[in-house]
């Protein structure tokens, strides 16, 4: 699979293998080694992380599973995410819901994940969610200190709108590589709010969480679900994928933006299935089609 350049010296894979369930697949270390091994050996060697992921213990045992075989490290790229606090038993120091960018946190965040992948360096850190009380300066200073002690090497943000990300690109000295934001046939927010625009405004490659729908699209008994599963199928049998989950993979890989889908997965085959959708694409008649079927109506 060719790689996708985000910044000066990251390049990651096409499709991203999500590990937001983790701690819900209920892997040995070894059975997460496996899927870490037959993920890479498909291509697939970018796997996306946030520090609050499974109640704060996705990053660990993702960690305990690399740690069976480090030889693995240079060869992928691990991307994580801060900025978010909850209070739970395995952050006791913890002492709400809210939303932290402050320098300090954003360090020992970032100093937490290493030690939880048992790593010395983080591809990609990502701010995780917009923070009504960012300081753009503090963030600023913690990506210069994070990336002089070579501790984190790219940085990026999720969810945030285009005036956010090009307030904090304006603070910053290293560039924003990337935003990831959901978007989906099941919610098309950012492909009508302008984050696309920024992205590609900005030259970068956005990230797609969340590409499924949350699965809603698969088992709602709305209107609008079956609209769009009638949609999609038509596309599925015009462009010869073999289930409408490669219909919708390839509907957001045709985007020129370059969407890179964050796949959150542990079932290996469903995987595969993600990756081979980079073999179809749409015409603007399917890809329409599709949308329409979303927003229910045609384009004006």
Same mark, same amino acid.
């Given at each position: 699979?060719? +790689?996708?350049?985000?910044?000066?010296?990251?390049?990651?894979?096409?499709?991203?293998?999500?590990?937001?369930?983790?701690?819900?697949?209920?892997?040995?270390?070894?059975?997460?080694?496996?899927?870490?091994?037959?993920?890479?050996?498909?291509?697939?060697?970018?796997?996306?992380?946030?520090?609050?992921?499974?109640?704060?213990?996705?990053?660990?045992?993702?960690?305990?599973? /690399?740690?069976?075989?480090?030889?693995?490290?240079?060869?992928?790229?691990?991307?994580?995410?801060?900025?978010?606090?909850?209070?739970?038993? !395995?952050?006791?120091?913890?002492?709400?819901?809210?939303?932290?960018?402050?320098?300090?946190?954003?360090?020992?965040?970032?100093?937490?994940?290493?030690?939880?992948?048992?790593?010395?360096?983080?591809?990609?850190?990502?701010?995780?969610?917009?923070?009504?009380?960012?300081?753009?300066?503090?963030?600023?200073?913690?990506?210069?200190? /994070?990336?002089?002690?070579? +501790?984190?090497? !790219?940085?990026?943000?999720?969810?945030?709108?285009?005036?956010?990300?090009?307030?904090?690109?304006?603070?910053?000295?290293?560039?924003?590589?990337?935003?990831?934001?959901? /978007?989906?046939?099941?919610?098309?927010? !950012?492909?009508? !709010?302008?984050?696309?625009?920024?992205?590609? +405004?900005?030259?970068?490659?956005?990230?797609? @969480?969340?590409? /499924?729908?949350?699965?809603?699209?698969? +088992?709602?008994?709305?209107?609008?679900?079956?609209?769009?599963?009638?949609?999609?199928?038509?596309?599925?049998?015009?462009?010869?994928?073999?289930?409408?989950?490669?219909?919708?993979?390839?509907?957001?890989?045709?985007?020129?933006?370059?969407?890179?889908?964050?796949?959150?997965?542990?079932?290996?085959?469903?995987?595969?299935?993600?990756?081979?959708?980079?073999?179809?694409?749409?015409?603007?008649?399917? @890809?329409?089609?599709?949308?329409?079927?979303?927003?229910?109506?045609?384009?004006?």
């Amino acid at each position: 699979m060719k +790689k996708v350049k985000l910044g000066e010296d990251l390049e990651i894979s096409k499709v991203v293998h999500g590990y937001w369930r983790l701690n819900d697949w209920k892997l040995t270390d070894s059975q997460c080694l496996d899927l870490i091994k037959r993920s890479m050996e498909i291509g697939v060697t970018t796997f996306d992380h946030a520090d609050i992921y499974g109640n704060y213990t996705c990053e660990e045992l993702f960690g305990r599973a /690399l740690a069976l075989d480090p030889s693995l490290r240079d060869e992928m790229q691990i991307i994580t995410k801060c900025g978010i606090t909850f209070k739970s038993e !395995n952050r006791p120091e913890n002492d709400g819901h809210y939303y932290n960018t402050s320098r300090e946190h954003i360090i020992s965040s970032a100093e937490r994940s290493l030690k939880n992948f048992g790593t010395d360096y983080i591809d990609l850190l990502l701010i995780h969610r917009p923070d009504f009380l960012m300081d753009p300066e503090e963030v600023a200073s913690a990506f210069s200190h /994070l990336k002089r002690e070579g +501790k984190v090497r !790219n940085f990026g943000v999720s969810n945030f709108l285009p005036h956010q990300f090009d307030m904090l690109q304006s603070y910053v000295d290293e560039d924003l590589v990337t935003n990831q934001v959901e /978007l989906s046939p099941w919610n098309v927010e !950012n492909f009508e !709010n302008g984050a696309l625009d920024s992205a590609l +405004k900005n030259r970068i490659k956005p990230m797609a @969480w969340s590409p /499924l729908g949350g699965g809603e699209i698969f +088992k709602s008994q709305s209107i609008k679900a079956i609209r769009l599963r009638e949609a999609l199928e038509e596309v599925r049998v015009e462009i010869g994928a073999e289930g409408i989950d490669q219909a919708i993979y390839a509907w957001l890989l045709t985007h020129p933006a370059g969407i890179i889908p964050v796949v959150g997965t542990g079932n290996f085959t469903r995987l595969k299935g993600a990756v081979k959708a980079l073999d179809y694409h749409l015409n603007r008649r399917q @890809w329409f089609k599709i949308l329409d079927a979303s927003r229910g109506r045609e384009v004006d």
